[in-house]
């Protein structure tokens, strides 16, 4: 049986339940290693950004770096 436990892992190796009641259990398993919450911050904040990245204003200033169409 599958069972789902989330995890962190400190620079040394060592893995650490994010929910103090779950245990990992001895055993095998198989971990997939997410993407670093800086890029998860970075996603988060494209939307407010966005307010200011398109803005006719900021079209004009980069232009000069746009390829003619």
């Known amino acids: 049986m599958l069972h789902t436990i ?3 892992i400190d620079a040394s190796g060592r893995v650490h339940p994010l929910e103090p009641s ?3 259990p001895i055993g ?3 971990v997939v290693v997410l993407e670093s ?3 998860e911050t970075a996603l988060l ?3 407010a950004l ?3 990245w398109l803005r006719p204003e900021e079209d004009e200033a980069w232009a000069h ?3 003619h169409k």
């Open 6 to 8: 989330h995890v962190e």
């Open 22 to 24: 779950e245990r990992v």
């Open 28 to 30: 095998r398993a198989l």
């Open 37 to 39: 919450d800086s890029s």
């Open 45 to 47: 904040a494209e939307k």
């Open 50 to 52: 966005a307010a200011d």
């Open 65 to 67: 770096l746009q390829p």
